[in-house]
């Protein structure tokens, strides 16, 4: 299993971002997908998750600002970001197969940065 993040970078707080997660070597349709964060000096906090029929969850800290979407034919798992805040900075990584919300899947991206001036 592959999955590449991309789409990080330097904004600015208010602005806005689109994250995005290409998956490989999985059967996409049949997982659900997740987003984490990890800001500077912290854990790995769970964001927002998928599932394979459609279904999201956000954490409270996001709900409202932040978008998650799936493109099964596109084996793709995407993470609008809107109103950007300086604590919304970190990496960010795409997971497969979370059974459930905030309890990761095994599999993980790489991470991409994301870094929200004030």
């Known amino acids: 299993v592959q999955l590449q993040a991309s789409g990080g970078g330097l904004v600015q707080a208010g602005g806005s971002l689109r994250l995005s997660c290409a998956a490989s070597r999985i059967r996409f349709s049949a997982y659900s997908m997740a987003w984490y964060r990890q800001g500077p000096g912290k854990q790995r906090d769970w964001v927002a998750r998928?599932?394979?029929?459609?279904?999201?969850n956000y954490a409270d800290s996001v709900k409202g600002r932040f978008t998650i979407s799936r493109d099964n034919a596109k084996s793709t798992v995407y993470l609008q970001m809107n109103s950007l805040k300086p604590e919304d900075t970190g990496v960010y990584y795409c997971?497969?197969?979370?059974?459930?919300?905030?309890?990761?899947?095994?599999?993980w991206g790489q991470g991409t940065l994301v870094t929200v001036s004030s």
């Open positions: 998928i599932g394979y029929c459609g279904s999201t």
């Open positions: 997971n497969a197969g979370s059974p459930t919300t905030v309890v990761p899947g095994k599999y």
